[in-house]
């Protein structure tokens, strides 16, 4: 199912997921977290900031792309409702915006601007930022330069830790798809 904007919480997966990443990062140099104001990924922000003692900024700008009238589907639904649409999406057409929702390209210019803001709220100093799936594609596809319309070469695993170093205008990946924090837990890659 395609949530998007839909405010769904974490399932017991989920909740693990989320408290396996909070050891991870529990002794890392956080100066800052911020996460989407959606429930999945508060409730993972809210876990990693316990043992930093940090207060979670809400950045509704980190929400999941929004997918208009295809929340709540399924990408065979879509298929067999709305074959056109659906093959715009499949080919990533980046400037095709979802009945009610955004395009690629709306979604990556939001992604860059939230990342630039909070860029500049941590001043080199290391945030976390939790989000979703379509945000995490937009900013690897920032700090890469890969086409909006290009296959997705890497996975989008939930609860990984991905790492970009910037500074608000450049940005590089320093690694990407960390899940050895997640052994012995349930896994599955997010589609978007």
Do not use: C, K
């Not at 080199?124 to 690897?140: E, I, Q």
Request: proline share 4%.
């Amino acid at each position: 199912m395609i949530q998007g904007h839909i405010d769904i919480a974490l399932n017991s997966t989920g909740l693990a997921q989320a408290s396996a990443v909070a050891r991870r990062l529990s002794g890392a140099p956080v100066a800052a977290i911020h996460a989407s104001d959606l429930g999945r990924a508060w409730q993972t922000a809210t876990a990693i900031a316990a043992p930093h003692r940090l207060a979670v900024v809400a950045e509704p700008d980190l929400r999941e792309r929004h997918w208009g009238r295809f929340q709540g589907m399924s990408i065979d639904q879509i298929a067999r409702h709305w074959p056109d649409a659906h093959a715009r999406m499949v080919a990533r057409d980046p400037h095709f915006a979802l009945d009610g929702g955004e395009s690629i390209a709306e979604l990556v210019a939001r992604v860059r601007a939230v990342l630039v803001r909070i860029a500049a709220a941590v001043a080199g100093r290391t945030a976390v930022v939790v989000t979703h799936g379509g945000v995490l594609d937009s900013a690897y596809r920032i700090a890469t330069g890969l086409a909006l319309d290009a296959p997705r070469p890497f996975v989008l695993a939930n609860a990984a830790v991905n790492v970009l170093e910037g500074d608000g205008a450049a940005w590089r990946v320093r690694s990407w798809g960390d899940v050895g924090h997640l052994d012995g837990i349930e896994r599955r890659d997010e589609l978007s």
